[in-house]
């Protein structure tokens, strides 16, 4: 909450009216009171009824995800404060860029962007031994403000955390979706992948980390399948296809604790 005078809730009333005016139908919007920067996320609108039906009804995720965000703060879980809420929005406060962000920075530096994910695989692995995981786990879902890691984005119900099923998965997924932002990009992410697992290994998941390598194992044959269609496709296009052998091996042959 805003931890000053009269003044400043006011101004923060007047720049959250405003930016409900200027942002209406937009998924998310940010505005700074004071100094601080906050987000205002607002129900999803659905275009297409294939989204619609696939995606399920935007007011119960978007209150799923309030029940969640309320529910891992109380846990102690890092994530963003609901400050103000309305029928069909929320404010959040700011967390700092996503990784996903801090990556596609034109002026993204190596020597900053490893601190950021040897902490995001130490949240992970703390997430995860408090018996819970976030539902999805992407680089996109970990905000670093440069000193701590802090986890958005929680509309999927997240389930609880089984090393060889939900545990596994949000492994996967991360390290799918690092080998694809650094194909789509065209930066080579290794070392913030060494240091995202490296430091989620240390948080005791071993059990994660064999599920993951034998889950890659049973899937040779994809990797197979896949790896022609990236090397057929240019640079930086298809980077789905692109990242799927190269996941599998390293999942497979360098996932050590
Ligand atoms: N609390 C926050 N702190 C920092 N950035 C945020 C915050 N909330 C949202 N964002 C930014 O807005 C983007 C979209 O928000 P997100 O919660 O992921 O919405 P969606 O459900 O549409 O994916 C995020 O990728 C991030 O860049
Ligand atoms: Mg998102």
Same mark, same amino acid.
């Given at each position: 909450?805003?931890?000053?005078?009269?003044?400043?809730?006011?101004? @923060?009333? &007047? #720049?959250?009216?405003?930016? !409900?005016?200027?942002?209406?139908?937009?998924?998310?919007?940010?505005? %700074? +009171? /004071?100094?601080?920067?906050?987000?205002?996320?607002?129900?999803?609108?659905?275009?297409?009824?294939?989204?619609?039906?696939?995606?399920?009804?935007?007011?119960?995720? @978007?209150? &799923? #995800?309030?029940?969640?965000? !309320?529910?891992?703060?109380?846990?102690?879980?890092?994530?963003?404060? %609901? +400050? /103000?809420?309305?029928?069909?929005?929320?404010?959040?406060?700011?967390?700092?860029?996503?990784?996903?962000?801090?990556?596609?920075?034109?002026?993204?530096?190596?020597?900053?962007?490893?601190?950021?994910?040897?902490?995001?695989?130490?949240?992970?692995?703390?997430?995860?031994?408090?018996?819970?995981?976030?539902?999805?786990?992407?680089?996109?879902?970990?905000?670093?403000?440069?000193?701590?890691?802090?986890?958005?984005?929680?509309?999927?119900?997240?389930?609880?955390?089984?090393?060889?099923?939900?545990?596994?998965?949000?492994?996967?997924?991360?390290?799918?979706?690092?080998?694809?932002?650094?194909?789509?990009?065209?930066?080579?992410?290794?070392?913030?992948?060494?240091?995202?697992?490296?430091?989620?290994?240390?948080?005791?998941?071993?059990?994660?980390?064999?599920?993951?390598?034998?889950?890659?194992?049973?899937?040779?044959?994809?990797?197979?399948?896949?790896?022609?269609?990236?090397?057929?496709?240019?640079?930086?296009?298809?980077?789905?296809?692109?990242?799927?052998?190269?996941?599998?091996?390293?999942?497979?042959?360098?996932?050590?604790?």
């Amino acid at each position: 909450m805003i931890a000053s005078p009269i003044s400043a809730h006011s101004e @923060f009333d &007047r #720049e959250l009216t405003e930016t !409900r005016a200027r942002s209406a139908g937009m998924r998310v919007a940010s505005f %700074i +009171v /004071a100094g601080q920067r906050f987000w205002l996320k607002q129900v999803e609108h659905h275009e297409s009824w294939r989204k619609r039906h696939t995606k399920g009804d935007s007011h119960q995720a @978007f209150g &799923r #995800e309030q029940d969640a965000l !309320r529910k891992m703060a109380v846990l102690g879980v890092p994530v963003p404060e %609901i +400050v /103000a809420h309305g029928p069909d929005w929320i404010v959040l406060t700011d967390c700092g860029p996503t990784l996903e962000d801090m990556i596609r920075n034109e002026d993204y530096d190596h020597a900053e962007g490893l601190p950021a994910f040897e902490a995001a695989g130490q949240a992970l692995a703390a997430l995860h031994s408090a018996g819970l995981t976030h539902g999805r786990g992407k680089m996109k879902d970990f905000c670093w403000d440069g000193t701590q890691i802090r986890f958005i984005d929680l509309e999927t119900d997240p389930a609880p955390f089984c090393p060889g099923t939900t545990g596994r998965d949000e492994l996967v997924n991360f390290v799918y979706h690092c080998h694809f932002v650094a194909f789509q990009t065209g930066r080579d992410l290794s070392a913030e992948l060494r240091a995202f697992v490296r430091a989620y290994g240390q948080g005791g998941h071993a059990e994660v980390f064999s599920a993951a390598r034998a889950w890659a194992r049973r899937r040779w044959w994809l990797g197979w399948l896949m790896a022609p269609v990236g090397w057929l496709t240019p640079d930086r296009r298809s980077p789905d296809f692109k990242a799927a052998s190269p996941t599998l091996v390293w999942l497979a042959y360098y996932l050590n604790a």
